[in-house]
């Protein structure tokens, strides 16, 4: 057979017809051992069902596991961020957070009585109830908005001012304080000065007779006045916590 085949094929050898079909045989060797195509793809021509070809299937991937990396970063940067706000536990308290504000909180109210012995001939006086919230403030939460002074000062000169211009308009009684109290509510919203220690100012005013003869004074004595000293004695304790501590 091998003879007719050779007869049957002028000009070529036998040596040649057999290295030929030598490397047919490996080629055939070499494409059985080859990975078969995604049924998918073998099915379809070498492209998938929903007609896209092998390498926009690997692009979808790339890009699929893309989002689910973000997504993934996301996650742990919010888990981060809320690590970050976790409330301290009291047994994280120390001895210095606990011992400076309350330390400050009572030479404020000692300097505040001191204060009091030098105007008590005009009988008002500088320890009033709305001083006191301020001094929570203060000590305790310095970086909070209410303790901004910006806030501070401008809501205690608004709402007094307006406690007294309420007074004067309604005279005592539910109507002037009713009155008072809603204006300083949109007076601290229009000018972003949230304090809320500022807004018992005017009720102070309208139910306090030994006020009344300071007039628009009242804007800036007791609550301005007071403020005053205790943003002085805040810088003392807010040192005396950051560089000696126990």
Request: proline residues 7%.
């Given at each position: 057979?091998?003879?007719?085949?050779?007869?049957?094929?002028?000009?070529?050898?036998?040596?040649?017809?057999?290295?030929?079909?030598?490397?047919?045989?490996?080629?055939?060797?070499?494409?059985?051992?080859?990975?078969?195509?995604?049924?998918?793809?073998?099915?379809?021509?070498?492209?998938?069902?929903?007609?896209?070809?092998?390498?926009?299937?690997?692009?979808?991937?790339?890009?699929?596991?893309?989002?689910?990396?973000?997504?993934?970063?996301?996650?742990?940067?919010?888990?981060?961020?809320?690590?970050?706000?976790?409330?301290?536990?009291?047994?994280?308290?120390?001895?210095?957070?606990?011992?400076?504000?309350?330390?400050?909180?009572?030479?404020?109210?000692?300097?505040?009585?001191?204060?009091?012995?030098?105007?008590?001939?005009?009988?008002?006086?500088?320890?009033?109830?709305?001083?006191?919230?301020?001094?929570?403030?203060?000590?305790?939460?310095?970086?909070?908005?209410?303790?901004?002074?910006?806030?501070?000062?401008?809501?205690?000169?608004?709402?007094?001012?307006?406690?007294?211009?309420?007074?004067?308009?309604?005279?005592?009684?539910?109507?002037?304080?009713?009155?008072?109290?809603?204006?300083?509510?949109?007076?601290?919203?229009?000018?972003?000065?949230?304090?809320?220690?500022?807004?018992?100012?005017?009720?102070?005013?309208?139910?306090?007779?030994?006020?009344?003869?300071?007039?628009?004074?009242?804007?800036?004595?007791?609550?301005?006045?007071?403020?005053?000293?205790?943003?002085?004695?805040?810088?003392?304790?807010?040192y005396l916590k950051k560089n000696f501590k126990?």
């Amino acid at each position: 057979m091998a003879l007719l085949q050779c007869q049957s094929l002028p000009g070529i050898g036998c040596s040649g017809i057999a290295l030929a079909r030598a490397r047919v045989q490996q080629c055939l060797a070499a494409a059985s051992h080859a990975p078969l195509p995604p049924p998918l793809l073998r099915a379809n021509g070498g492209t998938s069902t929903t007609g896209r070809s092998p390498a926009s299937v690997k692009a979808g991937d790339a890009i699929g596991f893309g989002r689910r990396g973000r997504r993934g970063l996301r996650v742990v940067a919010e888990a981060a961020a809320a690590a970050k706000v976790t409330p301290v536990s009291p047994g994280g308290v120390s001895i210095s957070d606990v011992l400076w504000p309350s330390a400050g909180a009572f030479l404020a109210m000692a300097v505040l009585g001191k204060l009091d012995q030098v105007v008590a001939y005009k009988g008002v006086s500088l320890t009033i109830a709305p001083l006191g919230a301020v001094c929570c403030v203060l000590f305790s939460a310095p970086g909070s908005p209410a303790a901004k002074k910006y806030n501070m000062f401008v809501a205690q000169i608004g709402c007094a001012a307006l406690g007294v211009l309420a007074l004067s308009l309604f005279g005592p009684g539910w109507l002037a304080r009713a009155a008072a109290l809603s204006a300083c509510i949109a007076f601290m919203t229009i000018t972003g000065a949230s304090h809320p220690p500022a807004a018992s100012l005017p009720l102070l005013f309208i139910d306090g007779p030994k006020f009344h003869n300071l007039q628009f004074w009242y804007a800036l004595f007791p609550g301005a006045a007071g403020c005053v000293v205790l943003c002085l004695i805040q810088e003392v304790v807010v040192y005396l916590k950051k560089n000696f501590k126990f």
